[in-house]
Every structure is written in C-alpha cells, then in structure tokens.
C-alpha cells in the first residue's frame, strides 16, 4: 500500500537515511514501495540526544533509518534500556520497555520508535521538562 505524504514548504524528512528538503511550496510524495521515512519532528540530532530516554530513542532511529550499522546501534540500545529499566519502578512503564524491545528483536524499528515516544512523554512527566516535539504517531 503506498504512503502518501503531505509536506509543508521546507519540510524535511529522512528516506532510508538520506535527508530530502521539500520545496517552497506544499507538496505530496507518494512511496509505492517499502522505505523507512521519518518526518524531521521525529528525527533526533546527535546533539539533541540529552536523556535517558533520547538515549533509547536514538539508537533505534538509527536502525530503523540505517540497515548497515544495526549491531552498534542495538549494542547501545540494549545498554541504554537496561540503564533506564534499572531506574525505574513503575509498572506501565517496565511493561512499555518490554514492549519496545519485544518489536526491537522482531525488527519492526518503526513500532518500537512509536512505542519510545511514549517513554519520552513520561520522562517529561517525571522530569518536568518542555514539550518534544517528537510524537507517540512518531
């Protein structure tokens, strides 16, 4: 099923790792085939990776994006997530990391990005900090 999006003037967004910026104007681009594709509100920079929940946030993106490099990247995830699942107590949200590593280890990045955007509204919960920009429709 292909995906239609619609961008704004401007609006960046990444296909399997490459950085494309839309023109001046609105535009709509449809992918007939399988891509990984993230609008640039759901992409994280390197420098932008400053909690623990960015740092579980990141590694995924990176697999999702960049087939070539997944051992790394899962290498830091697994360490970021079990520094974060030692850290916290409350249940949903143990549960929420299980789930995300469940879709981790079954290669579905895409839902596991979905499901890490939810940690990041928690930890702007618990640490009180401003709203992401990132979205749980990630």
């Given amino acids: ?3 239609k999006l619609s961008l704004k003037p401007g609006e960046k967004f990444a296909i399997n ?3 494309i910026i839309n023109g001046d104007r609105r535009g709509t681009l449809v992918v007939q ?3 990984s594709i993230l ?3 759901d992409i994280l920079q390197p420098e932008e990776v ?5 740092h579980i946030y990141f590694p995924i993106m990176m697999m999702y994006l960049d087939e ?3 051992q790394a990247y899962y290498q830091d ?3 970021r997530m079990t520094e974060f699942m030692d850290a916290v107590s409350k249940p949903e949200v143990l549960l929420l990391c299980v789930e995300i590593s469940r879709e ?3 290669h579905r990045y895409y839902a596991a990005l979905r499901l890490c955007a939810r940690l990041l509204e928690f930890e702007q919960e618990i640490l009180g900090n401003e709203p992401e920009r990132l979205s749980a429709n990630a």
């Fill in 33 to 35: 085939n399988h891509a």
């Fill in 104 to 106: 981790i280890a079954s």
């Fill in 68 to 70: 070539t490099g997944h």
């Fill in 39 to 41: 609008r640039e509100r």
């Fill in 1 to 3: 099923m292909p995906l």
């Fill in 77 to 79: 995830f697994a360490r």
């Fill in 50 to 54: 400053t909690s623990p929940a960015k």
């Fill in 17 to 19: 790792g490459a950085v």
